[in-house]
């Protein structure tokens, strides 16, 4: 009996392993406008979040354009709040 080479997918697969490897994806936390409209670019594009300034009571974001830059909007995140979670 010759045994050069091991034979592939033996024992030990790793991709037998299609356990809880992502319980839930949906734990994005921060994630909110994915595409303002850019008046300079002319259509919808893509934001960054810029954090511009800390409130007591939450933090100020800025929407900046990824392509030019401008300015598109902004939000305020409240943060305590989001500690708390309430269920009815
Ligand atoms: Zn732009």
Known sequence: MERGSRPPAGV???LNR???LD???EQYGEFTAAEL???RCGTAVP???????ILPD???YEYLCV??????????TKGKENIRIVIS
Request: hydrophobic share 25%; glycine share 16%.
């Open 12 to 14: 030990g697969n790793p």
């Open 18 to 20: 299609s356990g809880p």
């Open 23 to 25: 319980p839930s994806k």
């Open 37 to 39: 409209f850019c008046p």
């Open 47 to 53: 934001v960054r979040e810029k954090l511009l300034l």
């Open 58 to 60: 939450g933090e100020l």
């Open 67 to 76: 392509h030019c830059g401008a300015s598109l909007g902004d939000k305020t």
